[in-house]
């Protein structure tokens, strides 16, 4: 069965769009705007064609065009105008707005010749960090509020996994310049949110340090064994979801006692780092609230 949302009610066109669903109904009410379809009971629904020329009309909006004017232009008009007046302000809106839609439509040759364009006038690093890392975020909150089906947010995130590889063979291939330390990067068990942890390694392997991948829901006895391969071991552990706030205490205070010895030292990263008591943190143990925060520190 195909449960894939092609059908959309105006609570997820606040979710995708950020405009208030209140505000929705008057651009609709007072300018026709957009076409919805009704249930039954008279249940506005819409598209994706709706969804996607509430975008645009949310950039054009956002740029200062009045509503009134965007409401007089053909449905051909809208693209091409937003496509005119994309600036370095507005071209990461216009790109997440465009990778959302590749979302939605299972698009891959959108979100190819989206990225594509993006690289065209940025580093890889811009791009993850003004366009991927809001729109991950945002594809966190439309998954939560059920906007989006867990098919979306699978299909998007192996394609920017697709890029994250792509870039990290090319610096992977070179030999460490830094052998003062080794990265050991890693999520806890039954933690999957990986792309956050994948383009830390790339930024550490871009900065010449060797690091071990180990990737999602790894066991404490595997990071025990890697002392018995390496020394000055930094661990960098990110936590998005698992362990849970119940749990992140003794999962922290077990690692202290497990891993931690005189030459090495715990990265904590993600969302459940909020929950840590203070008390666990120490001169070798470091949380950090952003990946641009790690990444400076190295």
């Not at 007046?85 to 997440?96: F, N, Q």
């Not at 829901?217 to 020394?231: A, E, G, H, I, N």
């Not at 992140?248 to 990265?267: A, F, G, M, R």
């Amino acid at each position: 069965m195909n449960n894939v949302k092609s059908v959309f009610s105006i609570k997820d066109l606040e979710n995708l769009s950020g405009i208030k669903a209140h505000t929705i109904r008057i651009w609709e009410k007072r300018y026709n705007v957009l076409e919805p379809m009704r249930t039954e009971t008279n249940i506005r629904m819409y598209d994706l064609l709706n969804l996607q020329k509430l975008l645009n009309i949310t950039l054009l909006h956002n740029y200062g065009y009045k509503i009134s004017k965007i409401s007089k232009l053909s449905s051909e008009r809208i693209p091409q105008l937003v496509n005119e007046i994309i600036s370095e302000k507005s071209a990461k809106h216009h790109a997440i707005s465009a990778f959302k839609m590749a979302m939605m439509n299972f698009d891959h040759s959108l979100f190819f010749s989206t990225y594509n364009k993006l690289l065209s006038e940025k580093s890889f690093r811009e791009v993850f960090y003004e366009v991927f890392i809001p729109l991950i975020s945002e594809i966190g909150l439309l998954w939560q509020t059920d906007t989006i089906s867990p098919a979306h947010e699978h299909f998007i995130s192996y394609l920017i996994k697709q890029k994250l590889l792509t870039n990290t063979e090319k610096v992977q291939v070179q030999e460490p310049t830094q052998t003062d330390r080794v990265f050991v990067l890693y999520l806890p068990m039954n933690e999957i949110h990986e792309l956050g942890l994948m383009y830390l390694n790339y930024e550490i392997l871009s900065q010449g340090y060797k690091t071990i991948y180990l990737g999602e829901s790894v066991p404490t006895d595997s990071l025990k064994d890697m002392k018995r391969y390496f020394d000055n071991i930094t661990y960098i552990c990110y936590t998005t979801v698992e362990p849970n706030k119940n749990e992140i205490n003794p999962y922290i205070k077990t690692l202290n006692e497990v891993i931690l010895e005189e030459s090495s030292n715990l990265w904590l990263i993600g969302r459940m780092i909020e929950h840590i008591d203070p008390k666990l943190i120490n001169q070798k143990t470091t949380t950090f609230s952003s990946i641009k925060e790690l990444v400076e520190f190295i």
